[in-house]
Structures are given as structure tokens and as C-alpha cells.
């Protein structure tokens, strides 16, 4: 079953503009991590927040977590056209007395020049 | 660094024919391992993972099966392939509450 879930599905938004992609999540987590996909190939690790954490920023990303709303947020700011790709976030946590990465359907993000 | 290979990077199989994945990793040891399959353009379903050799939990019920033969070793296989396995398939290594690392993908055709 899937643990996170994107909003919106797709985003569709002009270079130079802020992109801002949500995720909720269902149980309780060790972390929450966001990725990226460009069509056809693996995901790439963007960045990392802990349970503890309420913000963290790399670059132009910006990453929030709620974990009373058990959701969180990826802004991306001044967007390039190379950033199109989808993005996904995952939850890390012990399921079941196991350790898991679970990942949400993603967000699709197409960035006009 | 760690780093993960996975081949090939694409397949195309008849119904019936059987399945042979593999994914091997460097770098790094005794890391969890996952085979993840996407649907196009949707998101990754978690099949296998993996926390040791010959450890295997399966997270839903399939017509595909997975092994750990060794450490650094992680295989996805099939008896007979449905039309419905078709998908990319993704083998991830983890070292725990980090990051996770993705290998390019095998996308895979049933015909």
C-alpha cells in the first residue's frame, strides 16, 4: 500500500516560478525523504528530513515537515526548465517490525521556458 | 560510495517465459535492499525487501519471486510472466535511515 501521497498529481508552471508539491502520509515515520525522476530513469535523492525536523533547505529546495499533520512540503524556487521531472516523496519507517521506504504516486512537474 | 548496477535495462518477454533480474551493489555491506515496480507514469509499488542474505519479505501477492543469494546480491524472478508484470522495475539499496539508492531501471514488456 502506498504510505505518502502527492498533491497535485501534475504542475504544470513557468521558468522562474516557485513550485510548491505536498505530500500526506498515514502512519508515523523515522523520516521523510523526497526524490526525483526524469522520464524513463532511476530516482535521484534529493533531500532528507527527520521525524525532529521542521525545515530544511538545499539549494533551491525547500523542505517542510508536519508531523502532527503528518505531511510535507517540497518548494522548489526559481524554477528551471530542467527541472521538469516527477517528484516523490517516501517515508521511511518500521512496519511491521521492518524497515521500509514507502513511496507515494508523485508529482509530475513540467516547467515552460 | 556506494553504488548499484542493474541490468538490463530493457526486456521483452513472451507470456509464459520465465524472469531473471539482477542487482548487484558496491561499496557498502549488509545494506536493505527493495525491488520496486512503476507503472507508467505512476508511482513505485514496493515488491521485495531485503535485510540480509536469504532474507526476503514480500509485500504483495504475485506471480514474481526475489533471492538474496549474497550481500551485495539481489535477484527478482518469475516462472511463467503475465502480461500484467509488464512495468519498470527499480532495485534500491539503502543504508539504514539514510538516503536510498536507485539503479537505472529495467523496463520490462510482456508480449
Known amino acids: 500500500s502506498q504510505q505518502g501521497e502527492e498533491d497535485p498529481q501534475a504542475l504544470s508552471i513557468q521558468e522562474g516560478e516557485n513550485a510548491t508539491m505536498n505530500c500526506s502520509y498515514k502512519?508515523?515515520?523515522?523520516?521523510l525523504q523526497w526524490y526525483r525522476q526524469n522520464s524513463g530513469r532511476g530516482l535521484v535523492h534529493l533531500i532528507l528530513?527527520?521525524?525532529?525536523?521542521r525545515e530544511k533547505h538545499s539549494g533551491r529546495l525547500r523542505v517542510t515537515l508536519d508531523t502532527s499533520k503528518k505531511s510535507s512540503s517540497l518548494l522548489i524556487t526559481a524554477s528551471r526548465a530542467a527541472d521538469t521531472a516527477s517528484y516523490f516523496c517516501?517515508?521511511?519507517?518500521?512496519?511491521?517490525?521492518?524497515?521500509?521506504?514507502?513511496f507515494g504516486q508523485g508529482t509530475r512537474l513540467t516547467i515552460n521556458p | 560510495s556506494q553504488t548499484i548496477h542493474q541490468w538490463p535495462a530493457t526486456l521483452v518477454q513472451p507470456v509464459g517465459s520465465p524472469l531473471s533480474l539482477e542487482c548487484t551493489v558496491e561499496g557498502t555491506s549488509n545494506p536493505n535492499l527493495y525491488w520496486y515496480r512503476q507503472a507508467a507514469g505512476r508511482g513505485l509499488q514496493l515488491l521485495f525487501y531485503s535485510v540480509g542474505i536469504g532474507q526476503i519479505s514480500s509485500e504483495v501477492p504475485q506471480n514474481l519471486s526475489a533471492s538474496r543469494p549474497q550481500d551485495r546480491q539481489f535477484i527478482l524472478s518469475s516462472k511463467k510472466l503475465l502480461l500484467s508484470d509488464s512495468g519498470f522495475y527499480l532495485c534500491a539499496l539503502q543504508p539504514q535511515w539514510t538516503e536510498a539508492f536507485f539503479g537505472q531501471g529495467t523496463r520490462l514488456t510482456v508480449v
Open positions: 528530513i527527520r521525524s525532529n525536523e
Open positions: 517516501a517515508t521511511e519507517s518500521i512496519i511491521q517490525g521492518a524497515q521500509k521506504l514507502v
Open positions: 502512519t508515523s515515520i523515522n523520516n
